[in-house]
């Protein structure tokens, strides 16, 4: 891998290939952020944003390929980005697992993919960056979910993984502060996964949430740029950007 050292902030972003993931790494790239972009298997996608990138910046984006399922995954997407840029100062912890997972069917082989993708990965990359984002007095953004607070029937499973992050997120600002600081970005009805595909279910959600509308992936992707970059009082915290959906809920 050919080393870069940059002077400019340098973010770790998981999942951030397509849909919102790609959207936090243009608005972090467009802060002044270089990036290490993690994937699994999306090729073209992330190849055609790290050439878009590029193209605005030279030298400013490297991706990886990882399972997130694999525990030694972290290590390797963390080191990395010190062997590509020489820092550390933000991690953005995108990636999710999503599947249907009620009590009646989910079996133990798909809560345990739910839990360490969603859970046990953030984890892991925090517990690899922490060395390299104290050094920075860097910031860690995880993307939990709605359901974490309001699980569904049908998404029991994916809702626990969620849930487990929101307590992580807590909990890391306590281990890591005051050198790091550590929130989470709760995202409402912004992107239906591509393998949710139930109509009822989105009208029931858009009925139900104050503002009437889905959220855009730009009202994301600031979030998480505001968190990292302008809240340095802030630790410890869910920013839910659901249009009111949480405090509605029915």
Not at 136 to 160: C, F, K, M, N, S
């Amino acid at each position: 891998m050919q080393s870069h050292k940059t002077s400019r902030p340098v973010a770790l972003i998981t999942g951030a290939a397509r849909r919102i993931g790609a959207g936090i790494a243009r608005r972090l790239h467009a802060a002044g952020y270089d990036l290490l972009l993690h994937y699994r298997n999306s090729d073209e996608a992330i190849q055609a944003l790290c050439m878009e990138l590029t193209a605005a910046r030279e030298n400013s984006v490297h991706a990886v390929a990882a399972d997130l399922a694999d525990a030694e995954a972290a290590k390797v997407l963390v080191d990395a980005a010190l062997q590509r840029f020489g820092r550390l100062d933000a991690l953005v912890n995108n990636a999710s697992a999503f599947f249907a997972s009620p009590l009646e069917t989910t079996t133990a082989a798909q809560w345990d993919t739910l839990f360490a993708v969603n859970a046990r990965a953030p984890f892991l990359l925090c517990q690899a960056a922490a060395p390299a984002l104290r050094a920075t007095h860097g910031a860690i953004v995880h993307l939990t979910d709605l359901h974490a607070a309001r699980p569904r029937p049908d998404l029991l499973a994916y809702a626990a993984s969620k849930a487990a992050l929101e307590a992580l997120t807590r909990g890391m600002a306590a281990a890591l502060g005051p050198e790091v600081r550590v929130n989470a970005v709760a995202p409402g009805a912004i992107l239906w996964p591509e393998n949710e595909g139930d109509p009822a279910a989105r009208q029931t959600m858009l009925a139900n949430t104050p503002l009437a509308r889905t959220g855009t992936v730009e009202d994301i992707a600031e979030s998480v740029r505001w968190l990292l970059m302008d809240a340095g009082f802030v630790t410890g915290q869910i920013l839910r950007v659901d249009g009111g959906r949480d405090a509605h809920w029915v």
